[in-house]
């Protein structure tokens, strides 16, 4: 499958963004799907999670409450709501499939992986 995220940018703090990763070549619905992001200088860390059909649902603690994920798999689309933004959420951020277990918030546990979105927030 291949991944296209798009929608990052520029926002200060307090503001909101969404992301879009848009998936072709393969049935997404049989993707489980996660966000992570990569601050300069920094791991690559796990944002968020969701399952093939996107009843469940899995965040870190640095963004739960302010961050929504879902899909809508009839437009092989995953989607990263951000409200609430810090200046600490600047990084670049990733879209990543894998079939076979959702929520791993190991980064090797991914095959498939978008380009990458920048978003900066200032403060």
């Known amino acids: 499958v291949q991944l296209q995220a798009s929608g990052g940018g520029l926002v200060q703090a307090g503001g909101s963004l969404r992301l879009s990763c848009a998936a072709s070549?393969?049935?997404?619905?049989?993707?489980?799907m996660s966000w992570f992001r990569q601050a300069p200088g920094k791991e690559r860390d796990f944002v968020a999670a969701i399952s093939w059909s996107g009843g469940n649902t899995a965040y870190a603690d640095s963004v739960k409450g302010r961050f929504t994920i879902s899909r809508e798999n009839a437009k092989n689309t995953l989607y990263l709501q951000m409200n609430s933004l810090k200046p600490e959420d600047t990084a670049v951020y990733y879209c990543?499939?894998?079939?076979?277990?959702?929520?791993?918030?190991?980064?090797?546990?991914?095959?498939?992986w978008g380009q990458g979105t920048l978003v900066t927030v200032s403060s």
């Open positions: 990543a499939a894998q079939r076979s277990v959702w929520g791993s918030r190991r980064s090797t546990a991914y095959n498939y």
């Open positions: 070549g393969r049935t997404f619905s049989n993707y489980a």
